[in-house]
């Protein structure tokens, strides 16, 4: 699969409606959430084609533990020996995939959103049932700047997860919002920006509260990269203000 450039140095791949982000500095690769099991040979692929090797992968930094985030991190963690950042807070839930907070029955959902049904197909098929837990996890912090290729700066968005935490790279001008704030919403297969629906948030309340700390990077041109559907370059402000239009569902 051949990553596409969303910014300098920034490159997405997009496998079974989920958003994986390699950030290259200096020859090094920094992998930004591992998408699901079956992303880790696309991922591979993806990094060979910028003309990089595995041993090239320096860290991988999480935006939250849920299964179709962490889905190939034992991989990188095992195979590669590469250290995983996450917020403490989601510790739980990476060594246990499947046991997070969400507000409202996630069976429901299909059934009243049936275009959700065609993601959500994609996201088993690609290993959505089968995510290894994963521990010896490095703690980051809110506005620590991680040691790691591009320097990103932690912004820390709960509700989505009780650690959720977005990514700021302030010499590109991106944000990766991890699922924070969204332009597809798996459980709806709504398109635009929100916050995903309460099948999988765990605080619907507090994600939107948290909105307003991705404002507080706002530039003007800034691009936010969100962990589900295409990259957003019409302001975080106007994002932000359409996310609560939509607000909990």
Not at 96 to 114: Q, S
Not at 147 to 172: E, I, K, M, N, Q
């Amino acid at each position: 699969m051949t990553p596409v450039e969303v910014a300098a140095g920034v490159h997405r791949i997009e496998h079974a409606y989920v958003n994986v982000y390699l950030v290259q500095e200096a020859g090094r690769v920094l992998v930004v959430d591992t998408g699901l099991p079956a992303s880790w040979r696309l991922i591979g692929e993806a990094v060979r084609s910028l003309g990089r090797t595995p041993d090239d992968v320096a860290a991988v930094v999480l935006t939250h533990a849920h299964f179709d985030h962490t889905g190939s991190a034992a991989a990188f963690q095992e195979r590669l020996g590469v250290p995983i950042w996450l917020h403490e807070e989601d510790f739980h839930i990476a060594a246990h995939p499947y046991r997070y907070a969400h507000e409202n029955v996630r069976a429901v959902y299909p059934l009243r959103h049936p275009a959700a049904l065609r993601v959500l197909g994609a996201m088993t098929a690609a290993g959505a049932l089968r995510v290894r837990g994963v521990d010896g996890l490095r703690r980051m912090t809110p506005g620590e700047t991680l040691p790691v290729p591009g320097s990103p700066r932690v912004v820390f968005t709960p509700g989505h997860t009780f650690g959720h935490c977005a990514l700021h790279l302030p010499d590109r001008d991106v944000l990766l919002t991890g699922d924070a704030l969204v332009t597809l919403d798996p459980y709806t297969g709504r398109r635009g920006p929100q916050i995903v629906a309460g099948a999988a948030t765990a605080d619907s309340a507090k994600a939107l509260v948290s909105l307003d700390r991705l404002v507080a990077y706002d530039t003007g041109s800034t691009l936010l990269l969100p962990g589900h559907g295409d990259p957003w370059s019409g302001g975080v402000a106007e994002a932000v203000d359409r996310a609560r239009a939509v607000g909990p569902h």
